[in-house]
C-alpha cells in the first residue's frame, strides 16, 4: 500500500523558516515526481511545489518562487520543503502527494495519493 | 497562470439526485484535468483523472466528461458519502492550478 506521511509542522514567528518531510513508502520512490499542495484554513487547493524522480527537475508557484525550496533523498524515500521568510499568507495545511508520471512535464499525469497534512501556522 | 473556475460554488442536493459540477479553464488545456474529492478535515481524492478516466475504486455513479476549455463532473445517484467538496486541477501547464471548489451538501 502506497503510504506518504508527512512532518515538520507547527507554529512559527513570521519570517523565521521551517522543514517539512514526507516519508513515502509501498512503491519505487525514485520513479516518481512529487508534489507539495496546500491549503489555507477554509480555502482551496494550492499547488506549491514539485520535483522530478531523480531530483533534477524542480517547479514552484510564484507565490513561493525564491523563498521555497523542494529536495528529496530517493535512499531515504523522503520529500522535503525548505521553507524560509514565511509570511503569515503561508498558514495552511501542507499535503505531499505522489504524481503519476517520473517527470513534470506538462499533459496526462495526475495526483494520487495524497498524505494527510501537517499544519503550518505562521504568527507572533 | 491558467485560471480554473468552477461553478457553482456551492450545491445544495438531496440523496439519489443526479449533480453535474462545471470546471472551466481560461485556455484550452485539452484533455487534462482531473477530479478530487474533499472531505472535512481528509486529504484530497483523486476520482477522474484525463477528464474521463474513472481512478480505480471509485464507484461507476461518478463520471466525468470535457476537453478543451469546458468539463464536468456528473455524480448520477448521490449517496450519503458523496457530500464533500470538489476540486478541478488543470495539469495542462507545469505551473498546476485547481479549481476554487464545489461544496456539496444536503438538502
Known amino acids: 500500500e502506497v503510504q506518504l506521511v508527512e512532518s515538520g509542522g507547527g507554529l512559527v514567528q513570521p519570517g523565521n523558516s521551517l522543514r517539512l518531510s514526507c516519508a513515502a513508502s509501498?512503491?519505487?520512490?525514485?520513479?516518481?515526481?512529487m508534489a507539495w499542495v496546500r491549503q489555507a484554513p477554509g480555502k482551496g487547493l494550492e499547488w506549491v511545489s514539485g520535483i522530478s524522480g531523480s531530483g533534477a527537475n524542480t517547479y514552484y508557484a510564484d507565490s513561493v518562487k525564491g523563498r521555497f525550496t523542494i529536495s528529496r533523498d530517493n535512499s531515504k524515500n523522503a520529500l522535503y520543503l525548505q521553507m524560509n521568510s514565511l509570511r503569515a499568507g503561508d498558514t495552511a495545511v501542507y499535503y505531499c502527494?505522489?504524481?503519476?508520471?517520473?517527470?513534470?512535464?506538462?499533459?496526462?499525469?495526475?495526483?494520487?495519493?495524497w498524505g494527510q497534512g501537517t499544519l503550518v501556522t505562521v504568527s507572533s | 497562470d491558467i485560471q480554473m473556475t468552477q461553478s457553482p460554488s456551492s450545491l445544495s442536493a438531496s440523496v439519489g439526485d443526479r449533480v453535474t459540477i462545471t470546471c472551466r479553464a481560461s485556455q484550452t488545456i485539452s484533455s487534462y484535468l482531473n477530479w478530487y474529492q474533499q472531505k472535512p478535515g481528509k486529504a484530497p481524492r483523486l476520482l477522474i483523472y484525463a477528464a474521463s478516466s474513472l481512478q480505480s475504486g471509485v464507484p461507476s455513479r461518478f463520471s466525468g466528461s470535457g476537453s478543451g476549455t469546458d468539463f464536468t463532473l456528473t455524480i448520477s445517484s448521490l449517496q450519503p458519502e458523496d457530500f464533500a467538496t470538489y476540486y478541478c486541477?488543470?495539469?495542462?501547464?507545469?505551473?498546476?492550478?485547481f479549481g476554487q471548489g464545489t461544496r456539496l451538501e444536503i438538502k
Open positions: 509501498g512503491f519505487t520512490f525514485s520513479s516518481y515526481a
Open positions: 486541477q488543470q495539469t495542462y501547464s507545469t505551473s498546476i492550478t
Open positions: 502527494a505522489k504524481d503519476s508520471l517520473n517527470t513534470m512535464i506538462r499533459g496526462r499525469r495526475w495526483f494520487d495519493p
